[in-house]
């Protein structure tokens, strides 16, 4: 089945600085990458994906690349803030029902 | 995105007895997920709801530990039974999937878990 790996597991950042965090998969089949950012006590909240027919996609402040050849992709924050610290997870799809594999997660903090 | 509700929010439960969860939704969704989130870990699929069929349990969880009902379109049941410390955790439920016409999955806010 499908392997996700995600790193680093922890990364801290200056304000302003930017962070950025990687994703390997195993199944070269999984087309849909979706990222989400969990705050303490808080549900995990989608904040950015991206599907394998696209190589890049940007929201403001954040970014998603896909390098589906190498089978990794990466988020990218830029002009990091205090309120962008959080554990951050990515996933890939796995199976046509839906089901998605989660990397093991990055606690991202942004000291002012 | 849907809304989704879960109660109870919080819980804490002696060893041996059972909690029944429950996840509601303000639409109607085909695909519903429950996870298992430990403490500083990631989130594990326990099983996957689809209405008007049998849940689908990953490797690891089993039916007799944790049942799953998904009565109608709108609504889910996870109970975690003869509950041990070791099921200490916060649950999730998630909607979505592709038989829901969408990849995105969205979540609950979650059931924090203390077994004693």
């Known amino acids: 089945g499908e392997n996700v790996e995600q790193h680093p597991s922890t990364l801290s950042v200056q304000e302003g600085d930017s962070a950025v965090i990687k994703c390997t998969y195993s199944?070269?089949?999984?087309?849909?990458f979706p990222w989400y950012k969990q705050e303490l006590g808080k549900r995990p909240q989608l904040i950015i994906d991206?599907?394998?027919?696209?190589g890049e996609k940007k929201d403001q402040r954040i970014a998603v690349t896909l390098n589906k050849t190498a089978k990794h992709f990466s988020l990218h924050i830029t002009e990091t803030q205090p309120e962008d610290s959080a554990v951050y997870f990515c996933a890939a799809l796995t199976d046509s029902w839906g089901k998605f594999q989660f990397g093991a997660g990055t606690q991202v903090v942004v000291t002012p | 995105s849907a809304v989704i509700s879960q109660k109870p929010s919080r819980d804490i439960c002696q060893r041996g007895t059972s909690l029944t969860i429950q996840c509601q939704v303000d639409?109607?969704?085909?695909?519903m997920f429950w996870y298992r989130q430990q403490p500083g870990q990631s989130l594990t699929l326990i099983a996957t709801a689809n209405q008007g069929s049998e849940a689908t349990y990953e490797s690891g969880f089993v039916i007799d530990k944790f049942p799953i009902s998904r009565p109608n379109l709108t609504f889910s049941t996870l109970t975690v039974s003869n509950m041990s410390p070791e099921d200490s955790s916060i649950y999730l439920c998630?909607?979505?999937?592709?038989?829901?016409?969408?990849?995105?999955?969205?979540f609950g806010p979650g059931t924090r878990l203390t077994v004693l």
């Open positions: 199944d070269s089949a999984s087309n849909y």
């Open positions: 998630s909607v979505g999937g592709r038989a829901g016409g969408t990849d995105t999955q969205y």
């Open positions: 639409s109607q969704v085909t695909m």
């Open positions: 991206i599907r394998s027919n696209v």
